[in-house]
């Protein structure tokens, strides 16, 4: 892999950007998305390529800080929007148009709060969904994609197991239960402390929706954990205070999609959905408590 970033940095600034979409630099977990993606759907695959490579171009072009560039914080966002078009409706022309410019706004927007040091993790893809999906639906008549169909051979199980991967994958967008665990081991090789509280983030979301008794399906298909997933990996380390950090975030992140989910805005339905700004919104509440921590830490040190 170092020989890509050397001879071939395009490549591996691209392959960064899909891999922080859970928050991980590195060219393996990228590649390995990408199969999971491409398993699911090869034009999600297509689109996710083409979006994160727009993305990182863009950066390129309007010349960001190559370091920034280098690690691949403007391809994820970018990526997240191409699957998500391609996820909502067919991929038509004005589709593929859509990608492109929604991916490179997505990447002017990450670094517009990036100069800021403000840490808005995927708001950029949501802000950029939200508009061109309402946006298609309003002004197109484009269809939504065939329905993908689950092909993993465990596609009857339902267990604890299967639950908390489904919520690596509705990372993604992606339904499959293989899909799912290529997600957890493409974290695993990166950070298997950071998969690992993926892990648990994703049982702690379904646990917490079934407690308010959300449906089950939805519950078993992980679209209460994957929030959930993305909270724990922020805060993933090893002192008891990030667990507790992590388990904070997760709870405000699925008790936020609960409510707007229960809301049932016709707005929010149009754009889109609740896509991952519970992640953002439970992640910005919980920073706070996190400086707190620190703040106390350094005092009783010293």
Known sequence: ????????????????????????????????????????DATMGVA??????????????????PTQISMGLYGFSAALVGVAL???????????????????????IQHFFIERKIPVFTLPFILV????????????????????????MFSNEVNDFTTSTNGFGEV????????????????????????????AGSILGAWIALLFAEPITQVH?????????????????????DGLLAFIACTLAVLIDIYLLKADWDILT????????????????TLPVRKLFYRFSNESEA
Not at 96 to 101: E, G, K, P, S, T
Not at 134 to 151: D, M, Q, R, S, Y
């Open 129 to 152: 969904t939200w508009v061109l999906v309402f946006c298609l639906h309003h002004f197109t008549g484009i269809p939504a994609p065939v329905a993908l169909v689950e092909t993993s």
């Open 270 to 285: 149009k754009a889109g959905g609740v896509l991952t700004f519970p992640f953002v919104l439970g992640t910005w509440l």
């Open 172 to 199: 993604i967008f992606q339904g499959s239960f293989l899909a799912g665990v290529i997600f957890m081991v493409a974290v695993f090789i990166s950070s298997p402390v950071a998969a690992l509280y993926g892990l």
């Open 1 to 40: 892999m170092d020989l890509i970033e050397k001879r071939a940095p395009f490549i591996s600034e691209t392959l960064k950007g899909v891999g922080q979409i859970m928050l991980q630099e590195n060219i393996w977990t990228g590649l390995l998305f990408l199969a999971g993606i491409f398993y699911d």
């Open 48 to 65: 996710a390529i083409l979006a994160a490579a727009t993305g990182t171009l863009t950066a390129r072009v309007l010349r960001y800080d």
């Open 86 to 108: 391609t996820f909502h409706f067919r991929a038509e022309p004005v589709v593929w148009v859509m990608i492109v410019a929604g991916s490179a706004v997505a990447a002017v």
């Open 221 to 241: 298909i992980g679209l209460f954990s994957f929030n959930a997933v993305l909270c724990s990996i922020v805060f993933a380390g090893v002192k008891r205070k």
